[in-house]
């Protein structure tokens, strides 16, 4: 459309586009700090020439498309990061709650297990003073409740874990159903051959989360959906999502994470899921086990000791009582150390002697010398050692745990940093934009002026 | 390379994180005195904290069992000079009564004083430490020694009790009736004896007794020399307990306690830090293109 008319319809145009360009702006500013969001660009393009006898001649501006400025790999990466991170934290948070139980001060199993065995040193001094037997027996309780709160509160410390599982199967599966949601309404949006940006960066933003909770592996379908495993098992898949399902079981009625009829509850490695898991099946549960194997050993090494001397009855019990009540293995040991009621009864049951004679120390201090002696770990450790091995070993997983965190926080810090070079909003750029756009707007509104008094000294003409 | 609010952010956070966590380390540094407050700030250091913790608390227990012991040695050791004593008057009255002036009534009053002189030795052989009887073996809560129908018999027994000094070294703590009493000569039956022979006047009856008592108190010179030696001993692992209780103190100070003067400039130095980032990113935040447009 030559002419004066088509010189008003570039003018419309340019106006049309460049507040469409200020509009696209304007939503970049707007959401400078929405997090996940993609800074977004008008596509500008020249419009079809039309031909004139000088040859062809444009036709002004349009705005073909909106397109979002993000890096796909980035992107994965970071969602890989975000799954570590999400694992490593979690640890860190519960390992500082099991520091806490075998904590540095002078109130733990280790410090009650030093006293129990002094208590007996301190008996050999008169083993016929009834206050030094009350004070075997006193030591002997103490490290008794110290054994029983140290189990008890790792197993607080699992049960917690396990509670948070549910939560984060919960979120799990919400963000599934959002994720297959999102992908309905983007391959719907996109069919119409437009870029569903802002319905992108919700998605991306869903998928980042859904990291933070469980290790995921995901792709981009030719369609433009996501397709989501996990655990080798099809989480997502275009408007189709699999729920994971919970179901209790073992020895403490966790629960395990099921789906399709598959238990994948080991094969969860990553993510907060990952490190709630690794905490409440594999590490507590070590140290659960170090505890139960040292109190078991506690219990038989002090029982055999204590069967082998004489108490001071009058006359001395034929079978000397064992000390502690008896356990039948390693497991629950810890749970179930006590000491034995009649004993503790009476402290006369206490076996100071071999002889028999009220004056014979030689059990206690037999007893009190069981603390020296290497009688853990195939004859290589004292109870001591022991104690110490376990206290170096969740101090190193915590450490390490720690450094894991530290460090992935950083990477993750990094990728952020990264994806924001490229999706990020500057208001330097958008301001620049903003100038640039108006100017551009301002110049096309006085094209329409220019061509308007045309059009009047045309009219003028005529007159 | 293009700079986000978002970013400025991020970083600034990140850094105002970190520093912080440094300031916050260094003042439990401070607060505590520590350096390690728990096992993961140094697994290594803390674990070993925890087994010189044990170590101390059984050599704490060592020294106050040794404390105890010394005590019952130098009762021993004194009840043992005293029996000496005991045995020098006993002779002293056995040469009298060889002099060849005695008269029947000075004889009576040195036989007296020989039978003072068993009761003496009975009173001595019973003494008690701390409730228990020294010389019963273990029979140590009844008398061991008793006086019957005009002589004495033993009740307690001839077993050793030992007493632990340290990881090291185990002690025989007691003396018994065969070790100072019994014989041969057998103590009370020498004392009686020769009361009886001053009585009589029997020449050869009170000098043979007067070579027992010789015997004797050999006997108690030598057991009271190997009490001696063990109160030596005792002393000497006390100190050498009290030596490794200092080492290993000042090894767990090495290993745990916070080096204060570092712990302070470590402090300031993250104080200044926040200080100035916060300054810096009071003024600069969010400072844009934008700010400049009329």
Redesign the interface.
Known sequence: MPGLTGILDIGKQALLTQQLALQVTSNN?SN??TPGYSRQRGALQERLPVQTEAGPIGTGVQMTSVEAARDQFLEARLSSVIQTTGKEATVTGY??QV??V???S?A?V??A???F??SF??L???P??APLRYGVISAAKNLAVMFNDATKQLSDIQQNADTAVIDSVNQINNLSAKIAALNVQINNTEAAGVHANDLRDQRMEAVKELSSLADIHYYETSDGTFSISSAGTTLVTADFHENLSLTRSGPMGFNQVIVNGRDITASIQNGRLGGLLQVRDSLVPNYQSDLDTLAESVIGEVNAVHQGGKDLQSPPSAATLSFFTPVAGVAGAAQAFAVNPAVAADPRFVAA?Q?G??????NA?AL??L??QRLMASGTQSF??A???M??R???D??SS?IETDTN??IK?QL??SR???S?????????D??RFQKAYQAAAKLINVVNQLMDDVLNIAR | ???????QD??FL?NINRTKTRLDKAQEQITTGKR?????????A??????I???T??N???I??NE??RGKLELTDSTLQSLIQTMDSARTAAAQALSGTTTPESRAALAESVGSARAEALSSANAKF????LF??????DPPFVDSGGSVSYMG?D?P????LD?AT?MKTNLTNSDVFAGPPAMFDTLDALKTAIQNNDTAGIRARLGDLETLSDGLNTADTIVGGNLQLVDQVQKALKDHNNALQSESSRL?DADLVKAISDMNLANDAVSVSLRSQAQTQ?L???D??G
Do not use: K, W
Request: hydrophobic share 40%.
């Open positions: 500013i400078v700090n390992l500082n520091q806490s075998f904590g540095l002078q733990g280790g410090d297990l030093s006293r065995f002094n040193s301190s050999a001094n008169d016929t003073s002697g002889s004679a009220p004056g014979d120390n030689a201090l009190a010398d603390a020296s001591t050692d104690i110490t091995a206290q170096a969740i101090g190193t915590a450490r720690e926080n950083a810090t952020e940093n924001d070079q490229i990020g909003v500057s208001l330097d750029e958008e301001a620049i903003l100038m | 390379m293009r700079v986000t609010p978002s970013m991020r970083n990140e390690v407050n728990r096992f993961s700030d140094d697994p290594f803390a674990s070993q904290s925890n087994r913790a044990a170590l608390s059984t704490d227990q060592f106050a069992n105890l012991l701390n409730g228990l009887y019963a073996g273990t029979q140590s809560t027994n077993d009790v030992y007493m632990r990881a185990v745990t969010n844009s293109l934008i400049m447009m």
